[in-house]
């Protein structure tokens, strides 16, 4: 399992956080929101996803992935 902390911007409510751990439990990882902060932490196996991939989810959703 990889672990990285992603800073997302654009998330604000419970609503945000909801739609951004489906998000990458639909491509077979883990997310953890904390929106104060404005981080993800996602856990994810490489063989099933890989971190761009969720990137991409994410800013597909429009949350901006600062890198």
Do not use: P, W
């Not at 902390?5 to 751990?21: A, D, P, R, W, Y």
């Not at 998000?23 to 890989?50: H, M, P, R, Y």
């Amino acid at each position: 399992m990889e672990k990285t902390i992603l800073q997302v911007e654009g998330m604000s409510c419970n609503h945000c956080k909801m739609s951004v751990e489906k998000a990458v439990k639909e491509l077979g990882g883990e997310a953890v929101v904390n929106l104060a902060e404005k981080t993800v932490t996602v856990s994810f196996d490489s063989a099933k996803t890989n971190l761009e991939d969720i990137i991409t989810e994410l800013e597909d959703l429009g949350y901006d992935v600062v890198k």
